[in-house]
């Protein structure tokens, strides 16, 4: 699994697992323990994680949602020591230790609640995720 296999939809808590796409949409799994099946129609908002990023002021003007993960995950090892009700001078602070360049003007609390959150269920049920590709490769040529 990677981040263009996750999918949040507007209006839904959480994140799912894309299981396979309709003629009308896409049918998603929860990745909670409930395991809920949704299938979505194309006019749902909804939003790969592999394309979602972080607004930065540096040149590029934006980072990677992964790359934001696996900077926490290389930092904290799963446990960020935040609650997803942190107060928010806490989650700027937690944000601006991991992404120096983010934009503080476009990037809101709530975002940033969203990004623990998120990493907080991916660390916990998908370590997997967090492992670089370039080692798994070469496990898979041996």
Avoid at 4 to 11: F, H, L
Avoid at 52 to 81: A, R, W
Avoid at 123 to 131: K, V
Wanted: hydrophobic share 35%.
């Amino acid at each position: 699994m990677d981040f263009n296999e996750i999918a949040t939809v507007s209006g839904k808590g959480g994140l799912f697992s894309v299981v396979a796409p309709t003629r009308g949409g896409m049918i998603l799994e929860s990745m909670d323990e409930q395991k809920k099946k949704l299938v979505v129609n194309v006019n749902s908002k909804v939003s790969v994680l592999g394309e979602i990023s972080i607004y930065t002021t540096d040149k590029e003007g934006s980072c990677p949602l992964e790359q934001v993960m696996k900077k926490i995950h290389q930092e904290f090892n799963g446990d960020t020591g935040l609650e997803s009700n942190a107060d928010n001078d806490e989650l700027k602070a937690f944000l601006k230790h991991i992404l120096p360049e983010y934009d503080e003007d476009r990037v809101y609390a709530s975002d940033i609640k969203k990004l623990v959150k998120w990493y907080h269920l991916l660390s916990a049920g998908y370590p997997e995720l967090f492992e670089d590709k370039k080692e798994e490769s070469k496990e898979e040529s041996k």
